[in-house]
């Protein structure tokens, strides 16, 4: 009988979201590839968090033929040795729950919503002006799934927006794309800049000291990607010295953040735990991707 292994702590609740593949496929779940014991020698279709795999268990799964990681990105997969493992990804279940997450940061400097609790807390009766988000140009650093889902939504709210991307090729998803050559000028614009490309070797630093010197002091700079594309000392001292209004983070170059991090406590900071592809929606959505490439891996 064929297998599929799905790991981790939400493989149960993955598997109620599962059609019945086949009669000819079972499905096993466990929180953690140690649970499995000797019967990892068996296993030739994994389905389980990147984090998990590592050199010495892929040597231990002589058979394992099919990997389908549980996040978008892969690159802590690049060091390893895949043999000829092929390696599917979650790459576009988390544009909804991506484009929430930047639209919270957005309405949460736009609104003031840290000024706004405050003055609650202290029953403080003060009426303020408010800075509208239509009309404000948004420019996105990245052109994928997530960044699409970003843009339908900005545009539903009036606002502007300029992709970067390597290639500059166009896409009627933004009002104007540009490449990445172009980044220091586009910064210059942007009322909201949100990186949201992939982590690789050409992406590494991208938002450099120079890219956010560029941007104007009313900038909320917000990085849904990874730590190491934002330049983090950089973004330190622009968002200290006030050259930047804020920003809103839910990746750092260290994760967990330390305790000691100082943009625990910066008043023009909000930041979240990288939770941004995370949602009550998240074992649905897994269990969709799952579903249709084990149909196709399996020959169904």
């Known amino acids: 009988m064929k297998k599929l292994h799905i790991i981790g702590a939400m493989a149960a609740e993955i598997e109620t979201h599962l059609d019945v593949l086949s009669d000819g496929i079972e499905v096993i779940t466990a929180e953690s590839l140690d ?16 984090a998990a795999l590592s050199q010495s268990w892929i040597d231990r799964m002589p058979r394992l033929r099919w990997f389908q990681a549980l996040t978008s990105g892969t690159e802590t997969l690049d060091a390893l040795d895949l043999r000829d493992i092929k390696l599917t990804s979650m790459a576009g279940i988390h544009g909804p729950q991506m484009a929430e997450l930047a639209f919270f940061f957005m309405l949460a400097f736009a609104r003031d919503v840290r000024g706004v609790l405050d003055r609650q807390h202290s029953r403080i009766w003060r009426p303020h002006m408010q800075r509208p988000l239509a009309g404000a140009q948004v420019v996105l650093v990245g052109t994928g799934h997530i960044a699409h889902a970003i843009a339908e939504r900005c545009r539903a709210f009036g606002m502007r927006v300029t992709a970067i991307s390597r290639t500059a090729r166009p896409d009627p998803a933004f009002d104007h794309i540009a490449p990445r050559s172009d980044l220091m000028s586009e910064a210059r614009n942007a009322d909201y800049f949100i990186v949201i490309t992939a982590l690789d070797d050409s992406s590494v630093g991208l938002i450099s000291q120079d890219v956010i010197a560029a941007l104007p ?7 849904l990607a990874r730590g190491p594309v934002v330049n983090e000392g950089a973004l330190l001292s622009a968002l200290r010295s006030g050259a930047i209004a804020g920003a809103g983070l839910d990746v750092f170059m260290q994760e967990p953040l330390p305790a000691d991090s100082p943009f625990w406590a910066m008043p023009n900071v909000i930041l979240t735990p990288h939770i941004g592809g995370w949602s009550l929606s998240l074992a649905e959505q897994m269990a969709q991707v799952i579903q249709r490439n084990a149909s196709q891996w399996f020959g169904e």
């Open 35 to 50: 649970a499995l014991g000797p019967e990892c020698a068996e296993v030739e279709a994994l389905a389980a968090f990147p």
């Open 217 to 223: 002091p009313h900038a909320v700079l917000i990085n």
